[in-house]
């Protein structure tokens, strides 16, 4: 793999049993709460580049800074990228979301609620590991959230999801999809999957599952994690073609990217046994999607009249992410398995 230029400078800044995290407006972690950082740019030191950044996005002027180490990520597509991490120990000035288009809002968390968070961003991770070498109390949330590190997934931006989600079981997406694999028989296909714990429920059940993933980072990931309890089928989202007929078809946070939604939603058909289920969630704060959809907020009238058209029978759940946001799961079944 091949390196990026310059790499990256992330700054820490706590305060008493609190830190300080950012919620990402821009494609690569997009809605995820992240670390104030950025790129260092040409004949710039690290340092250098974590003032400058943390001066653009929060509007404050930092005094004394404590270089922690640096790590390096597979993000961008099998590129390597070096973020050097830095702990802020003086600065001057109210952190504020100062780059509007980087970020939505900044926000202090008490540190032990961390691990109940299922959107942070990567460098979080990478900033408690830091800090557990320095400071023994925080080990234990590190330890935790190492468990559930979803890295290579969340670099990349159909993982991400808007405003803060605290405890998954509140939202019960995961009961959701859980009572429909129980309810279904195999074989399985996951297109772009996200959720770990979904995807041991598959495999509970199922015992395999059949992936369609063109990221090499996120197949390497799962080859380690699950080994040859997954198989890859090769293809495009929109024309996967495969020889045989799934009992679930699972695709999480993809539909933006289908340029042919139609075309997609055919080949799903196509490729799912009668009584089947094809299960999608929609992030409705995502950009793409409104713009596929007349630039309305929220309308999935034509994703509902298109899978009605193929012969599914469709339940649609809109769960409330913060204040404004939601992530609306779609769970239809297809009923009429036309040839």
């Known amino acids: 793999m091949k390196s990026l230029e310059g790499g990256g400078a992330v700054g820490i800044i706590l305060k008493e049993d609190k830190i300080l995290l950012d919620l990402r407006k821009r494609s690569n972690g997009a809605n995820l709460w992240e670390i104030a950082g950025g790129g260092i740019e040409k004949d710039e030191t690290p340092e250098e580049a974590v003032i400058r950044e943390l001066k653009e996005e929060l509007d404050i002027n930092v005094n004394k800074i404590r270089y922690l180490g640096a790590k390096n990520h597979a993000v961008h597509w099998g590129n390597l990228e070096i973020e050097h991490y830095f702990l802020i120990e003086e600065y001057n000035g109210n952190p504020i979301p100062k780059s509007k288009d980087e970020l939505i809002e900044v926000r202090w968390f008490?540190?032990?609620?961390?691990?109940?968070?299922?959107?942070?961003?990567?460098?979080?991770?990478?900033?408690?590991?830091?800090?557990?070498k320095i400071n023994r109390n925080y080990k234990r949330i590190y330890n935790i959230l190492s468990n559930n590190d979803?890295?290579?997934?969340?670099?990349?931006?159909?993982?991400s999801y808007?405003?803060?989600?605290?405890?998954?079981?509140?939202?019960?997406?995961?009961?959701?999809?859980?009572?429909?694999?129980?309810?279904?028989?195999?074989p399985v296909l996951c297109i772009y999957p996200r959720y770990d714990k979904i995807i041991s429920n598959l495999l509970d059940k199922f015992g395999t599952i059949d992936v369609l993933e063109l990221n090499p980072d996120y197949i390497f990931f799962l080859k380690n994690r699950y080994g040859n309890k997954i198989e890859f089928i090769d293809g495009l989202a929109e024309k996967f073609k495969s020889n045989k007929k799934y009992g679930l078809i699972l695709a999480i946070n993809i539909l933006e990217y289908i340029k042919d939604i139609y075309s997609f939603l055919s080949n799903v058909r196509s490729s799912i046994e009668k009584e089947g289920y094809?299960?999608?969630t929609i992030n409705s704060f995502n950009l793409n999607f409104r713009k596929l959809?007349?630039?309305?907020?929220?309308?999935i009238d034509f994703l509902i009249m298109a899978l009605e058209n193929l012969g599914f029978k469709n339940k649609i759940i809109p769960i409330k992410l913060g204040k404004k946001h939601y992530i609306y799961l779609v769970i239809a079944r297809l009923e009429d398995n036309m040839t």
């Open 150 to 159: 979803p890295r290579p997934l969340i670099s990349y931006p159909y993982f």
């Open 110 to 132: 008490r540190i032990n609620d961390l691990p109940f968070i299922i959107n942070l961003g990567w460098r979080v991770f990478d900033a408690m590991f830091f800090l557990s």
């Open 278 to 280: 094809f299960i999608l």
């Open 162 to 186: 808007s405003g803060t989600i605290y405890n998954l079981s509140d939202i019960n997406i995961e009961d959701h999809i859980k009572g429909t694999i129980e309810g279904c028989k195999g």
């Open 293 to 299: 959809f007349n630039n309305k907020k929220i309308e």
